[in-house]
């Protein structure tokens, strides 16, 4: 089983909706929570980091963070084209820099 | 600013035979990373640099790559010699803090 589990869609939704992505994860040392956004043949780019549990929004973009059912979400309101892109879940525990990336989900917004 | 330069941005190669690919670190980054990404799956570890230090290199597979940082700054990595499963996006990375910025990955296709 893998420490972290995504997703691999495709998820297809239209212009405007509210979009859903999710990770679970296994391993209870992981602290530090991340969102990284992947558009074809670019390196990833970070968009959201949270520490521990709890909720963080920035603009459209909400992270949760539910370490009690290691389990971690991106909110992404008012959907546009381009976002349309692969996101990668993340973590990492407190005392490593290693970090350690879900599969990625393709997400595909229809104008 | 500059982001993470690597080159050549595609390579392809016959097994058996060498390759290198070069990073640009962010002026100023003293972490460097160097990451293996499969089609499909999210980036993996390979090294990652203190300034000329190799501080993690725990999933380099040794017998046939190699990575050097000689001066702090800009890295290579190799593989010598190349088999068909190498075949992937290699991604460079640099931080100074928690932030880790990709550049655009070498897409090395082995045949």
């Known amino acids: 089983q893998k420490e972290v589990e995504q997703d691999p869609g495709p998820l297809s939704v239209p212009e405007g909706a509210i979009v859903s992505l999710n990770c679970t994860y296994s391993?209870?040392?992981?602290?530090?929570f991340m969102w990284y956004r992947q558009y074809s043949r670019k390196g990833p780019e970070l968009l959201m980091y949270t520490y521990s549990s709890g909720n963080k929004e920035d603009g459209r973009f909400t992270a949760q963070v539910d370490k009690s059912s290691k389990y971690i979400s991106l909110f992404i309101r008012d959907s546009q084209p381009s976002d349309s892109a692969t996101y990668l879940c993340?973590?990492?525990?407190?005392?490593?820099?290693?970090?350690?990336f879900g599969s990625g989900t393709r997400l595909s917004i229809r104008p | 600013e500059a982001g993470v330069v690597q080159s050549p941005r595609y390579k392809i190669i016959e097994k058996k035979q060498p390759v290198a690919f070069w990073c640009n670190p962010i002026s100023g980054h003293n972490t460097l990373y160097w990451y293996l990404q499969n089609l499909g799956q999210g980036p993996e570890l390979l090294i990652r640099?203190?300034?000329?230090?190799?501080?993690?290199d725990s999933q380099l597979p040794k017998d046939r790559f190699s990575a050097e940082r000689l001066k702090g700054v800009d890295s290579t990595l190799k593989i010598q010699p190349a088999e068909l499963g190498d075949s992937a996006v290699y991604l460079c990375?640099?931080?100074?803090?928690?932030?880790?910025?990709f550049g655009p990955g070498t897409r090395l296709t082995v045949t």
């Open positions: 993340a973590m990492r525990n407190s005392s490593a820099s290693k970090i350690i």
């Open positions: 990375a640099s931080s100074l803090g928690d932030e880790q910025y």
């Open positions: 391993n209870s040392a992981f602290q530090y």
């Open positions: 640099y203190e300034n000329e230090e190799a501080v993690d």
